[in-house]
């Protein structure tokens, strides 16, 4: 482990003990008796006795983290190429910062839908993307959606890199060495 890998494992503990102490709460709402409405962002220790830690946000938020540390370490890590040449930014390493900006920006607009709307279990309005901090009180995430988009990024972007990976070249042992300059020189 390199000195950038253990640096990306020191900010990735220290922001996952920031995501457990800020975590996301959800308030009962004036709308109708057991129907949570997303409240915001508070220290776990300071809520009211209506609030509960939306566990399902809190679970994505901590997902995300984690995928963003395994692609810092992905980024960081030193292969016999790299310490030999200059390090250079190939598509495969393309792949694993447009993974990071896509999830990044799924945690921040997640899909909301309207609190009436969650009493009546057979239909669900999608309301659209809002920006986290400046959601509509009278909205709720569509977890069931993040969801899917986490789980639709996170799939294609294994395939695209290991789809983008560089192959390795094979060396030649000494006894194709000579079968190949036999084969080249004509003898």
């Known amino acids: ?22 975590p996301p709460f959800d308030s009962l709402s004036i709308a109708g008796a057991n129907t949570l409405v997303f409240a915001g962002f508070s220290f776990v220790f300071s809520h009211g006795a209506s609030e509960a830690i ?5 679970f994505l938020e901590i997902v995300v983290l984690l995928v963003n540390i395994g692609i810092a370490w992905l980024l ?20 694993l910062v447009v993974v990071a900006i896509n999830l990044i920006v799924i945690l921040l607009f997640p899909p ?8 009546s279990l057979d239909t669900s309005e999608f309301q659209g993307f809002y920006f ?13 959606v993040l969801y899917e ?8 972007g ?30």
């Open 76 to 95: 960081f890590s030193d292969t016999k190429q790299q310490t030999a040449s200059k390090r250079r930014f190939n598509v495969q390493n393309a792949v």
């Open 112 to 119: 909301f839908e309207n609190v009436v709307n969650l009493r």
């Open 158 to 187: 294994a395939l695209a890199w290991f789809f983008f990976r560089e192959e390795k070249s094979k060396d030649l042992t000494p006894q194709e060495t000579r079968e190949l300059i036999r084969k080249l020189s004509g003898k």
């Open 1 to 22: 482990m390199n000195q950038k890998q253990k640096i990306t494992l020191w900010v990735g503990f220290f922001n996952l003990v920031f995501l457990t102490l800020f």
């Open 149 to 156: 988009e986490v789980v639709f990024v996170l799939f294609n």
């Open 132 to 144: 986290i901090f400046f959601a509509d009180p009278m909205h709720a995430i569509m977890t069931s």
């Open 54 to 58: 939306n566990t399902d946000v809190l």
